[in-house]
């Protein structure tokens, strides 16, 4: 899969709520845990 670099700054609420999925899920890095995040919100 090709990767594009895009810096993003997020609110820290939202970064709280990230780890926090990211932990109940077993997801090894918060950008796994966005991207799932991301796909599940679009395929709604």
Do not use: C, H, T
Request: charged content about 30%; proline content about 2%.
């Amino acid at each position: 899969m090709k990767r594009v670099a895009k810096l993003i700054k997020f609110p820290i609420d939202l970064v709280v709520e990230i780890e926090k999925y990211q932990k109940e899920n077993y997801i090894s890095s918060f950008s796994g845990a966005v991207y799932e995040l991301i796909r599940k919100g679009l395929n709604k």
